[in-house]
């Protein structure tokens, strides 16, 4: 079936070095893909979303990179922070002929950022 | 600017007992509202969505429930709570001309005991 996972579990990074996490997915025909951050004990939060007629979409600090050839997605994240550790989730949209919209998430990356 | 409000922010509950989570977005009108079950350590688990009042659509049979009385206020709902109830709960909306992005809650810790 339909399905967006994650290369990594979890990525362990030095601060100011630059994160990369990965992601593929296998519906050719998803036409948006976001990335969410989620802190311990919260909601996730947007980050950078990218539509399909698009290959690179940057954003401050962040930047998403979609392969459709290999239904591939990554977020690299620049001079990576201790704030910036957290779980990273995918996700791809389906938009249903009725106008409904459902997101189909991976299971997640944790990143770790040493100081 | 649209916000969304969930609580109880946690909640502890022993097996058997009801539940009720309520969910309300400020600032848009008929949006896409979405419940999901997180449970520690993992991904994002789709339970109910709705395109409008009164509509609901399960994603997986469960014991639990949802309703939309008014068009920005969602509720999870159950009568008798399992041990497997225990999660992180999400609520999320879209816009209903909206690009696909989803807005999360904060979230409801919920304990059963």
């Known amino acids: 079936g339909e399905s967006v996972g994650l290369h990594l579990p979890t990525l362990s990074v030095q601060e100011g070095d630059n994160s990369i996490i990965n992601c593929a997915y296998s519906?050719?025909?998803?036409?948006?893909f976001i990335w969410y951050k989620q802190e311990s004990g919260k909601g996730p939060q947007f980050i950078i979303d990218?539509?399909?007629?698009?290959d690179k979409r940057q954003g401050q600090r962040v930047t998403v990179l979609l392969n459709k050839t290999v239904k591939h997605l990554s977020l690299q994240i620049a001079a990576t922070q201790p704030g910036d550790s957290a779980v990273y989730f995918c996700?791809?949209?389906?938009?249903?002929?009725?106008?409904?919209?459902?997101?189909?998430f991976g299971t997640g990356t944790r990143l770790l950022v040493s100081p | 600017s649209q916000t969304i409000h969930q609580w109880p922010a946690t909640l502890v509950q022993p097996v058997g007992s009801p539940l009720s989570l309520e969910c309300t977005v400020e600032?848009?009108?008929?949006?896409?509202l979405y419940w999901y079950r997180q449970a520690a350590g993992r991904g994002l688990q789709l339970l109910f969505y709705s395109v409008g009042i009164g509509q609901i659509s399960s994603e997986v049979p469960q014991n639990l429930s949802a309703s939309r009385p008014q068009d920005r206020q969602f509720i999870l709902s159950s009568k008798k709570l399992l041990l497997s109830d225990s999660g992180f709960y999400l609520c999320a909306w879209i816009p209903p001309a909206g690009s696909g992005t989803q807005y999360f809650g904060p979230g409801t810790r919920l304990l059963v005991l």
């Open positions: 600032g848009t009108s008929n949006p896409n």
């Open positions: 996700a791809e949209n389906h938009l249903w002929n009725t106008g409904f919209q459902k997101l189909v």
């Open positions: 519906n050719s025909a998803s036409d948006y």
């Open positions: 990218i539509r399909s007629n698009m």
